[in-house]
Structures are given as C-alpha cells and as structure tokens.
C-alpha cells in the first residue's frame, strides 16, 4: 500500500469525517433558522456524497487494495443509504399544513353573533414558515345558500361577508405541532352588497369559507383551505 496508508487509518479517517459532520448536522437541525424547510435534506444529502466521495474515489485513488466485490457492495450500500435519506429527509421536513374551521355551534338565531375560529396546523416534525398575501394572513368569507336539498353547494350562493384584510404579504413561522389561530365575529349583517340585497337577517343556510392566499389573486391560489355549513333560523 502507497504512502503508508493502511485500511484501518482509512476508515478513522473517515470516522472523524462522519463525526465532525454529525456534530454539525446535529447543530443545524436544532438550530430554530436552518433547520428548517429543504436546507436539511440538502445538508443530508451532502453530506452523504461527500463520504461516498471519499470513500469509493479518493480512498481507492491513494492506493488502498480493496476487494473489487467487497467495493462493488460497499458503493451499492452507500449509494441505497443516500436514496434512502435522502426519501426519508423529504418526508420528515415536508411542510404538513391543516387548516381547521369551526364555529361555536351549528345552528343560530337570526341576528346572532357567530363566533368562527381558523386554526393553521403545522403536523409536520420541523418548525415552518410560509407566507400570506395578508397582514392576518386568513382570509374568511361567508356566503348564503340559495339552493336546497343537494343543490347546495359554494356554486349556489352569493357572498354576504368577508373578515376584515389587510393586503400585505407577510411572512409567518409555526414551531412542530403548534397552531397558528385567528378567531373572527359574524354579526349576521349583509357587508358585500347590503343594497342590491336589502337585506340585513336571512333566514337559511350559510357556506363559511376560510383559506390563507398566497398572491393578490387570493381565489386563484391558497396555502389551504376549509369550509363548513351553518343554519340560520328565525326566533
């Protein structure tokens, strides 16, 4: 063997690679701005080439005698680990968003406050960020059904409300299984087209539909979304 270098120097050599890289990857994953997002599979991924690099090229071009089948197995094992960290990586720093919509309860008196509550779940295993058109960042909006039976349906209705907004892109950070909540108030008044309707109760069913947009064309393109039914009726 060229140079003095040996098979169990080699691997040492290769264990402090793996450790010092460990100890940093360890570093970035809990570190609350990078690790977060694809920069971890990216990391992973590197690193991973990186020792097979070194590994199969360099450490055979110094001269080290390998068995070829022992190499053959050795490339093929590492190059499976990578693809399966790398898959496994993707997965587990994946943005996993749920958006929940609820109301207070299903049924109202005509005139009556409606209490609606948006939460934003971040079900993934890393903190993540995104961003909203909005200041708020969700957007609310309450239609009345004027259809019945099963024709019920967001085609069959015309919008009566919308949460106040503030367009304003901004940028929002939710740690791993924690919620981003925005509550809102329905009063049951007629704020899109009061005029054209006149009309300020309704007795009926109403469609309540919340999502988060993601450009000023806030019906073209949405983080997520949710929708339910609610039912006025008359006292």
């Keep these: 063997m060229r140079g003095g270098r040996t098979w169990k120097s080699w691997l040492q050599e290769l264990a402090v690679l793996g450790f010092v890289y460990s100890v940093f990857f360890a570093l ?19 690193v991973l080439l990186l020792g097979t ?38 997965i587990l720093t994946s943005p996993k968003w749920k958006l929940i919509l609820e109301t207070n309860k299903p049924t109202y008196d005509l005139g009556e406050n409606v209490l609606i509550t948006v939460a934003l779940e971040n079900q993934g295993y890393f903190s993540q960020s995104f961003s909203s058109a909005l200041a708020n960042p969700v957007l609310v909006s309450v239609n009345f059904e004027y259809g019945s039976g099963n024709s019920l349906s967001a085609a069959n209705s015309y919008s009566v409300w919308y949460s106040p907004r503030q367009w304003n892109e901004s940028t929002f950070a939710i740690p791993a299984g924690q919620a981003l909540t925005r509550t809102f108030v329905w009063n049951q008044t007629n704020t899109v087209w009061p005029k054209a ?25 949405s983080l997520a979304e949710a929708s339910l039914y609610i039912n006025v009726t008359g006292t």
């Excluded at 199969?56 to 693809?83: D, E, P, Q």
């Excluded at 109760?201 to 469609?207: C, K, S």
């Design 53 to 90: 690099g070194y590994l199969v090229f360099l450490g055979l071009s110094i001269g080290i005698r390998v068995n070829k089948l022992y190499s053959t197995i050795l490339a093929c094992t590492l190059i499976a680990v990578i693809a399966v960290a790398y898959v496994g990586t993707s």
């Design 28 to 46: 970035i994953v809990n570190s609350t701005f990078f690790g977060t997002g694809y920069f971890t599979v990216f990391l992973v991924a590197g």
């Design 197 to 221: 309707w006149n009309t300020t109760y309704m007795e009926g069913t109403y469609f309540v539909y919340a999502f988060i947009p993601i450009n000023g064309e806030y019906f073209e393109s």
